[in-house]
């Protein structure tokens, strides 16, 4: 009975230890902490590279600039045939790096002396890959349309997150 109870102490004692050896390989290694706005989440462009049978639990949200959390669990099988798992938190940042796009339909656009134009008539499309159309943005202009000459025309977008570009023609 003895001996019985030596080798059961012995086997649990070599399970845990072949428990231990199996959860400590499971690991991960991140390459970025930083995800853009409004994409799809993509887990290898986060992680560089990890050990062990993956699932993914909570995926960030990208519909918004912030922080966001990560979840997942990683599983490998110890020598006795035991499943060990890893659960795994990270937070990830999601920032929106992508300015409004300003399209016009010419570079360079005619217009007589005394003759009307209106200056949004050469915007061909202001907007966002993400948020979409933006209506809402600034027309600039350094001239004056009863004078002779060249003039610049600025136009300034900006998205919901605050992130700008300018496009002159």
């Known amino acids: 009975a003895i001996v019985l109870c030596v080798a059961v102490i ?15 390989s499971l690991s991960v290694t991140f390459q ?35 922080e966001s959390g990560l979840s997942f669990v990683l599983s490998t099988y110890n020598r006795y045939g035991m499943k060990v798992s890893r659960k795994y938190s990270h937070t990830l940042n999601v920032t929106d790096t992508k300015p409004p796009l300003i399209e016009f339909k010419e570079e360079e656009v005619k217009v007589y002396k005394g003759n009307d134009y209106d200056l949004k008539e050469n ?8 948020d979409g159309e933006i209506g809402d943005y600034e ?23 605050g992130l700008c570009s300018e496009a002159s023609y």
């Open 10 to 24: 012995a086997l649990f004692a070599d399970i845990l230890i072949s428990s231990k050896k199996a959860y400590d």
């Open 32 to 66: 970025s902490d930083v995800i853009e706005y409004g994409e799809a989440f993509d887990f290898d462009q986060i992680v560089k590279e990890y050990n062990g049978e993956l699932q993914i639990g909570e995926i960030p949200d990208t519909s918004e600039v912030g």
């Open 123 to 130: 915007i061909s499309r202001v907007y966002d890959v993400i």
């Open 139 to 161: 027309l600039s202009f350094d001239g004056d349309m009863d004078e002779a000459g060249s003039y610049e025309v600025k136009v300034k977008a900006c998205d919901i997150n």
